[in-house]
């Protein structure tokens, strides 16, 4: 399985749902990237196929991208 916005190999189960025995779906994470999806979500590879490469990520390229940090609470002037 490949990481469907860096195409890296390194995925890690992070969350399992079971029905008693049955596996529903499964949290998955990109080692690599830090990306995460469900299992179930099965359009989510086919929909990263079809975006602009722009919205893919190369493994090279994280350690040069900046930090986003959180927005502050908005808070509305009375």
């Known amino acids: 399985m490949k990481c469907p916005r860096c195409s890296h190999t390194g995925i890690i189960t992070d969350a399992e749902s079971f029905d008693g ?10 080692d690599m990237c830090c990306f995460s999806w469900r299992s179930s979500e099965e ?12 919205f893919k990520i190369a493994p090279e390229q994280i350690g040069s991208l900046p930090i986003v940090l959180p927005c502050p609470h908005y808070h509305k002037r009375s």
């Open 21 to 30: 025995n049955e596996l529903v779906w499964s949290i998955l994470r990109c």
């Open 43 to 54: 359009s989510i590879p086919q929909i990263f196929a079809l975006r602009p490469n722009a």
